[in-house]
Every structure is written in structure tokens, then in C-alpha cells.
């Protein structure tokens, strides 16, 4: 199917009107195979980078998620002619009819990534103005590290009632970030690839979709050395040539899927991830007893009986990443003894445990430390997910549960997952989406 703005707009109303609910009946271990949709965090920097380029561009592997048609949106708004097929999970775009550098309030607010189109629009036009940006309540997210090199870059920042209004002549500069951050990594690099001059990213971010964007914007001519370490350096180019290229797996869902494998004590190959992007989950899942046997792009998660409690801390890449660290804890609900749970990165990433108290579970939180005492079972109850991986932790604590389990919002599971349910469903999984009436 092709999107058109009618189609589109007609589909998000029906969302936006119709409540719905996952019904989960638990105890039923997953078995087969199953294929990773394209990257979420990747698609969503890519896509906004296209307005950096002259030419046309055609982006594959796009999963077919809310958010990217949320992006959509905001590319036709902006004047982009955009092709969007959510089947064959390509979008190809047409910068070069944009006519506005403008993001309106409304359309930040419905997605976090919306920052990313602050570098795009800096970078490529010398202007900027975008709201400040939505997504899930997980705690303070700042961009005040996306800010500081937008100004090191030459960009005059103004705060127009909620409006980033960014302006300037773009210049290399050393940019020194005061913390490890994603977002503004990719951000201050996407404005730096067509600044006039040398750039340098030091403390830079080095998790997979930053090692993408960048591969990204080289295919379309610009000059980025470093991307995956902690200096990123970007001679800039004054064009860009449109490219087609194809975002990489999705490393949260293949690893949603892996602890989903290993909570219902199932047998599941998952196909079309990268391993090597897996290992901070793949050393967790062994330290537990699961077995994880990883191949070429492909790994096979496979658990028999009952599983160890461990200590788990969330890290920048290659640590342990904070997106499945909710996920995790709730497979930990179940584990022998008493696992610890440290949140660095975010401080409001516990939420969904006081959801999973309603199904049995037994934990305590003190600051940014869940310690979770492994429980012989939960019971189904219903629920509501406040962000998106707090939702999937959810169904996954579902899949685990005696009886039913009712996940409601599951609209935040939509925003980063393509149809869970369904994956999942094909598995063996009992799960169904419902009307709630």
C-alpha cells in the first residue's frame, strides 16, 4: 500500500478515535523462527537526513512503525514529495521541493526524534524551527548537548514560546560534549556534514544507528571518519548526491524478542539481526542459564527450566542498553533469588514495575536501583503501558503470566515496534489486539 497525505491522515484519525487493548493468555512458550524489522532509532535520524541532500533519495528497511509515518507527515508538510510504500518498507524522497524550515508545535510533540530535523534543516538551509520535542515519559531528556554544538557550529539559538529557532552560518568547530548523548551526536552531525571547515565530535556517542547515520551520509558524499568511536570527525562538503540505502536490523526488538524466547521458556531462531550488537544481552541471557547461540545474522534463544537472578546496570553502548533494560526486568520477575537493576541513563524508567506488582511480582525501588525478588508466577491482570519499552515489558510479563493479561495503550508499543502481536503470534503466542468498548 501507498501512502497519500488523504490516506494517511484518514488512518491516523481512526487510530486516534478507536481504544484498543492486548489480551495476552500466558504459559505458552514460544517456538519457531522470526525475522527483525529495520532499525527504529536509525530510520528515524536517517530520514530527516535526507533533507540534507540535493537529489532524491530511497531509504529500504524502514519498519513500518508509527513514528515513521508521523515522519511522513512532517517531510510532506515541509514540502518534501515523498513516496511512501509501508509494505515494501521503502520511502524515497525528494528534498529539493522543500519550501519551508519550519516543524509546527504539534508534530514535535507526537515523537523524540523530531529533534533530529533541527540538524537536518540547520545544516542544510542555515535555519531551523522545531518545537521541542515529545515521545514517552522516561525522565529528564534534555537537549542541551545538541544546543551547545549548534551554537559551537555557528547557530544563533532563540526560545520562541516552546519554538527552537535556530540560525546562522554553519563553521567547523570542536565540539566537546559534557556527556555521553545519541541524539546529539547524530544531530550536531548532521548540521556539521555541510559546515563550511573541519568538525571534530569528542565524548562522542558510538551505539549502532550513530555508526549508520554516518555510513548514511557518506553514501551520499560526505566526509565522516571515526563514527563507533569516541571522536567522530566531519570535514565538511558543500553538496550532498542522493543515494538508496538500507537501514540496518533493529537491535531493541531482535533483544525484545530474545527475552520474550527466554521468558516463556521457549525455542525461538531469530533471523536478519547482527550479533555483534547483541553481546551485552547475549553475556546477560548466559549469565542466567538461557542458551544463546549466535551465527552469522541470525541467533537461536532457547530456555529449558528456570533461570538465575542477576545484576544488571545500564550503560551507553557497548554496555548494557537502557531500552531493554524494561524488558529485562521483567523477565527478572520470575528468576531465582534477588536481581539488582541500575538505571543510569534515565531517571523514570521503572514505571511499568508498579504495573507488574498488580500481576505478583515482588519489587523495590530505591532511587534508580529495582530490586526484583524472582516470584514462582505471575498472575494476569490489566495493565496499562505509559511509554514504549515499558509496554513491551508488559506483553512480555503477559507471555509469562497464569491466566490473562489485558496491556492497555498499546498505541507506545506501536511507536518502536512493527505488530508485535503479530510477531509474536506466529511464535505460538495467545495474544490478540481488542477493540475496547
Request: charged share 20%; glycine share 10%; hydrophobic share 40%.
Amino acid at each position: 500500500m501507498v501512502y497519500s497525505s488523504r490516506k494517511l491522515f484518514s488512518f491516523l484519525e481512526d487510530f486516534l478515535v478507536d481504544c484498543y487493548k492486548l489480551s495476552i493468555r500466558g504459559e505458552v512458550p514460544l517456538h519457531g523462527e522470526t525475522f527483525v524489522s529495520g532499525g527504529k532509532n536509525t530510520s528515524l535520524a536517517v530520514v530527516p537526513a535526507v533533507l540534507l541532500c540535493d537529489e532524491p533519495c530511497t531509504i529500504e528497511n524502514l519498519p513500518d512503525i508509527e513514528d515513521i509515518h508521523v515522519l511522513y507527515r512532517i517531510l510532506t508538510h515541509l514540502g518534501a514529495k515523498v513516496d511512501y510504500n509501508n509494505k515494501e518498507r521503502r520511502m524515497v524522497i525528494d528534498p529539493t521541493t522543500v519550501d519551508k524550515t519550519a516543524v509546527p508545535f504539534a508534530y514535535s510533540q507526537q515523537m523524540r526524534a523530531s529533534y533530529y530535523l533541527m540538524g537536518a534543516l540547520f545544516g542544510r538551509y542555515g535555519e531551523a524551527q522545531v518545537g521541542y520535542p515529545g515521545g514517552c515519559d522516561i525522565g529528564s531528556r534534555p537537549i542541551d548537548q545538541h544546543i551547545k554544538g549548534f551554537r559551537l557550529l555557528g547557530g544563533e539559538i532563540l526560545d520562541e514560546s516552546g519554538m527552537l529557532h535556530i540560525k546562522g552560518t554553519l563553521s567547523g568547530s570542536i565540539v566537546n560534549f559534557d556527556m555521553i548523548t545519541v541524539g546529539g551526536t547524530i544531530n550536531v552531525m548532521l548540521a556539521a556534514a555541510r559546515a563550511k571547515g573541519n568538525t571534530v565530535l569528542m565524548h562522542a556517542a558510538k551505539e549502532p544507528h550513530v555508526v549508520d547515520v554516518a555510513s548514511f551520509l557518506n553514501s551520499m558524499g560526505a566526509n565522516i571518519k571515526g563514527a563507533g568511536t569516541d571522536t567522530i570527525r566531519i570535514k565538511g562538503v558543500p553538496h550532498l548526491h542522493g543515494t538508496s540505502y538500507t537501514v540496518i536490523p533493529d537491535q531493541i526488538e531482535a533483544g525484545t524478542l530474545m527475552i520474550a524466547a527466554a521468558a516463556t521458556r521457549g525455542d525461538v531462531l531469530i533471523h536478519g539481526c547482527i550479533p555483534t550488537h547483541m553481546e551485552a544481552l547475549t553475556a546477560k541471557l548466559l549469565e542466567m542459564g538461557v542458551f544463546v547461540n549466535s551465527q552469522d545474522d541470525r541467533i537461536r534463544v532457547r530456555l529449558n527450566k528456570g533461570h538465575r537472578s542477576i545484576r544488571l546496570t545500564t550503560q551507553e553502548y557497548p554496555g548494557f542498553p537502557t531500552d531493554l533494560q524494561q524488558p529485562m526486568s521483567a523477565l527478572l520477575t520470575r528468576a531465582g533469588g534477588t536481581s539488582e537493576v541500575i538505571e543510569n541513563i534515565f531517571d523514570n524508567r521503572f514505571k511499568h514495575l508498579d504495573e507488574m506488582r498488580r500481576m505478583g511480582a515482588q519489587v523495590i525501588i530505591s532511587g534508580k536501583t529495582a530490586y526484583i525478588e524472582g516470584v514462582p508466577e505471575l498472575r494476569g491482570a490489566p495493565v496499562t503501558a505509559t511509554d514504549l519499552r515499558g509496554g513491551a515489558a508488559l506483553v512480555i510479563a503477559g507471555l509469562m503470566a497464569k491466566g490473562v493479561t489485558e496491556v492497555y495503550n498499546p498505541d507506545f508499543i506501536d511507536r518502536g515496534y512493527e505488530r508485535l502481536e503479530d510477531k509474536l503470534s506466529r511464535l505460538g503466542a495467545d495474544i490478540r489486539r481488542e477493540r475496547v468498548e
